[in-house]
């Protein structure tokens, strides 16, 4: 069973940074097809952050591009997302996500969630 196993959330002011780190685990890294981030805020829908495939593309939503940088170690089945010049409205729940390959099928995993608070 996969999972994902989220750290570095926590609390800082608007335009300081913090990193993001989410660790696969149960499968091989060829497996792992698209790996990235989502976040959640307070009476929103889950939204995307940023995803990084294993060939190394990447895509950003459009409010965090030039502020966040997603990298990914294929070697060690992780992902980070670095995050700067936080603004208040990247408070949100931050979920590592990962597309696994199944042979038979895909199959999105989620991790538990790690909470980013930014005040102003």
């Known amino acids: 069973q996969v999972q994902l196993v989220e750290s570095g959330g926590g609390l800082v002011q608007a335009g300081g940074s913090l990193r993001l780190s989410c660790e696969a685990s149960g499968t091989i890294s060829s497996r792992l097809l698209g790996m990235g981030w989502y976040r959640q805020a307070p009476g929103n829908e889950r939204e995307l952050v940023a995803v990084?495939?294993?060939?190394?593309?990447?895509s950003y939503a459009d409010s965090v591009k030039g502020r966040f940088t997603i990298s990914r170690d294929n070697a060690k089945n992780t992902v980070s997302l670095q995050m700067n010049g936080l603004k208040p409205e990247d408070t949100a729940v931050y979920y590592c996500?990962?597309?696994?390959?199944?042979?038979?099928?895909?199959?999105?995993?989620w991790g538990q969630g790690t909470l980013v608070t930014v005040s102003s």
């Open positions: 990084r495939t294993s060939s190394g593309r990447t």
């Open positions: 996500y990962a597309n696994v390959d199944y042979d038979v099928g895909y199959l999105e995993h």
